[in-house]
């Protein structure tokens, strides 16, 4: 224990304790419950009735989980590959090009995540339309006869959806990225540029190895938000039209909001919670190698 945390102890505690009990009621407190009530037949309101395993049988059973998992598998992988990889390329350039008017660049990536979801899924509602739509009015004063229904196809109005969360959130991933690559001392890439390193060489054998943990933490932030995401699909398709986007999140909130079967739902909420931490210790686990060689 270093001098400065005993000699603090108490303040530290102190300070802290506002923050921890925070997160027991919102976060640990509404988990434990959820697992609880997944074992009970519950609307709500009426006497819970202990079921057991049914709900978590029922669930992998229902005609609509197939889907829902490989649509929330697909739409995580999205997240990943897209925001991933755009912000490490915009980050890349951010830290290494010698470019005028950086704060701006990084200001104008950031817009998008301070707009509301809800203006942004009407906005890409627009652009999406089959009559009016920007990209279909574009290609038609471009003299194309290209025609596109995004939002009512079984694979673009899954990636459509899919994107739009993508350009949402790609300028909060750049910046945490952007973050990790600042952190990378100087005097590195100073000594790797006199040594001959062409700027390809300096990222891919210096920013990215010391930045791996940064670029793991967003991965996992990308994918988990893949399994959790609700707003943006609900939004624009409410899982819609017939299974196309459907997802494991919306396959919960219809099961308790929509019938009120609090069991059935909390069953869906836990896997979802499981499906997240085990990808975290799994990203975790397979990485680990660079916490040892880097730290």
């Known amino acids: 224990m270093s001098p400065i945390f005993r000699k603090n102890r108490g303040w530290l505690v102190l300070f802290s304790l506002p923050a921890v009990l925070l997160f027991l009621v919102v976060m640990i407190v509404p988990l434990f419950q959820s697992v609880y009530y997944s074992f009970f037949e519950w609307n709500g309101l009426s006497t819970v009735a202990f079921r057991g395993w049914d709900n978590y049988t029922r669930m992998f ?6 889907t829902s998992a490989v649509n929330s598998l697909m ?6 590959i897209y925001q991933v990889g755009m912000s490490l390329f915009l980050a890349s350039i951010l830290t290494q090009a010698r470019i005028r008017g950086k704060q701006l660049f990084r200001n104008l990536y950031f817009v998008p995540v301070l707009l509301s979801i809800s203006v ?3 906005l890409w509602k627009w652009v999406y339309n089959p009559e009016y739509g ?3 009015r574009v290609a038609e004063l471009l003299g194309s006869p290209w ?3 995004w939002l009512n196809r079984p694979m673009s ?10 350009w949402k959130g790609t300028g909060y991933i750049m910046l945490i990225i952007y ?3 600042r952190n990378v001392p100087d005097v590195y890439m100073e000594a790797a540029a006199i040594d001959g390193a062409s700027p390809w060489q300096r990222f891919w054998h210096i920013s990215m190895p010391l930045a791996a943990p940064t670029v793991r933490m967003t991965a996992i932030m990308c994918l988990t938000n893949g399994f959790r995401a609700f707003d943006t699909t609900y939004l624009m398709t409410k899982g819609g039209p017939g299974f196309y986007t459907y997802n494991m999140t919306i396959m919960m909130y219809n099961a308790m909001i929509t019938r009120h079967d609090y069991g059935y ?3 869906i909420a836990v896997l979802i919670v499981v499906v997240c931490v085990g990808i975290m210790l799994l990203l975790n686990h397979l990485t680990r190698r660079f916490d040892e060689i880097y730290q």
């Open 75 to 80: 739409y995580a992988m999205v997240l990943v």
């Open 120 to 122: 942004v899924a009407q």
């Open 134 to 136: 920007l990209i279909n």
């Open 147 to 149: 025609r596109q229904n």
């Open 157 to 166: 109005s899954l990636l459509a959806v899919a994107f739009v969360e993508c």
């Open 179 to 181: 973050a990790g690559f």
């Open 61 to 66: 059973t229902a005609r609509e989980f197939e």
């Open 265 to 267: 739902g909390s069953a």
